[in-house]
């Protein structure tokens, strides 16, 4: 049971969902017929991850709390609510994403689950942008930030600086906003693992210079972000998306100069 669970794992990883959630259906038959509480709830668990529709996931996801609440596992209860949140998050019911994380955040908060906390909290910033909550996000986006720290998780740590970025350039705050993107820089730039990541931060950067009308600091910036896109395209999951930002930049900066 426990190898079908792996391959599932494995399956979803790959982004192979159909046989993911086959492997996950054998899991989940397996566990009913022993009485397998806990592998049955991870079985479901991994079907919510790899549902084909909106409607398969969330069934599938109640199911899996259903039983992590009989179990008394406040870990899994909390890990997957927190998935509900995010997925709703992903489909843009921001409102009814935010309470499953808030609920995720209160069982992650009673465990000491640090990792996790970090990880509701980043989630939630998006959520409460998207509600226009500023002053909430920017909270979350700190919580996030000082649990990354804690960890020493510098990658992490570099994405909520974007985070935190983008609540203050949603407020139009240009200096907070650059001065969080520029962190994000400086920990992608010293960091080892995929040197791709310091693209996000640059983008935004860049924006935040063409908005300040700080041209020469703008196009320097590009520069090294087309360096990076032309040295590490693989590693991009949309290179293009990228080109069409530059270009779109680029563009911006010259009507600006004529």
């Known amino acids: 049971m426990s190898f079908a669970l792996t391959l599932s794992q494995i399956a979803r990883l790959r982004g192979d969902l159909a046989e993911a959630r086959r492997y996950a259906c054998i899991v989940r038959e397996m566990a009913e017929q022993s009485g397998d509480r806990v592998s049955l709830m991870r079985a479901y668990w991994l079907a919510a991850e790899s549902a084909a529709t909106p409607e398969e996931q969330e069934q599938d996801f109640r199911r899996a709390l259903a039983l992590a609440e009989v179990t008394a596992d406040r870990g899994s209860a909390a890990q997957i609510k927190a998935s509900l949140g995010i997925h709703r998050v992903a489909r843009g019911a921001f409102a009814d994403g935010l309470t499953w994380l808030n609920a995720a955040r209160a069982d ?37 930030l000082r649990e990354f720290q804690r960890l020493g998780d510098e990658v992490q740590a570099s994405m909520a600086y974007i985070e935190l970025g983008d609540v203050y350039a949603a407020q139009h705050r240009l200096d907070e906003a650059e001065n969080a993107f520029r962190r994000s820089l400086e920990l992608t730039r010293r960091s080892p693992v995929l040197p791709s990541r310091a693209i996000p931060p640059l ?18 910036l590009i520069s090294e972000a087309l360096h990076l896109l032309e040295t ?24 600006a100069t004529r």
Not at 109 to 125: F, H, K, N, Y
Not at 207 to 217: P, Q, R, T
């Open 108 to 144: 992650a908060e009673r465990a000491g689950d640090r990792p996790l906390i970090a990880e509701i909290s980043s989630t939630m910033v998006s959520a409460l942008l998207g509600l226009g909550r500023f002053s909430e996000a920017e909270e979350a986006a700190l919580v996030s």
């Open 203 to 220: 983008l935004r950067l860049i924006n935040i210079e063409v908005e300040k009308n700080d041209l020469s600091s703008a196009e320097g």
């Open 232 to 255: 590490f395209r693989d590693e991009l999951p949309d290179p293009k998306q990228v080109e069409e930002q530059l270009r779109s930049l680029l563009d911006r900066i010259h009507a």
